[in-house]
């Protein structure tokens, strides 16, 4: 993996580029990030991701990394008895994901959602739905990737690629 850019101005930058802790053991080469200029990075990490933050300077940036994983190839554990919550159930700290972003606006991807999904049972059947659709409808390329494309703007385009698969439906 690489990434090079280039910045005007001093950039603040947060990253998610290792791996999330419970696939560390799984790993057959270190998890290593190149970065040129040397910068100071912290990282946070939660179930989910390992996040690097890190305030880029003026000029080019060059981020590299390279690592090698086993991974047995076996499907994600399924719960055909998982139900879904109404949003008022929810846990406080789950919220926040589903507030809209720059990259996901919630508002305008419910009508569809609702179009496509809306007649399913609620609960696993219905995420199961609409994992299927995602994965056979976007594809995840960053050639495709420009910092103005949005989940929505992948909807409703004939080209569906998304750079980050976290922000699809």
Known sequence: ????????????WLGCCMFIPSRVPDLREPDEIGISPALTMGATS?????AVPMGCPSGPLHLS???????????DASSPDAQEHPVNELPPETLRYLLNSRYC?????SNIAMELFGHLQP???RV????GWVN??????????RSSKTASGCVYRAHRSLRDFSISL
């Open 128 to 131: 199961q739905a609409i994992c």
């Open 46 to 50: 939660t179930a989910m991701a390992t």
């Open 136 to 145: 056979w409808k976007v594809a995840f390329g960053y050639h495709h990737a």
């Open 1 to 12: 993996m690489t990434f090079n850019s280039r910045f005007l101005h001093l950039w603040p």
């Open 65 to 75: 990394g390279s690592t090698l994983i086993t991974d047995p190839g076996t499907p």
């Open 105 to 109: 606006e919630v508002d305008r991807l």
């Open 123 to 125: 609960g696993w059947s």
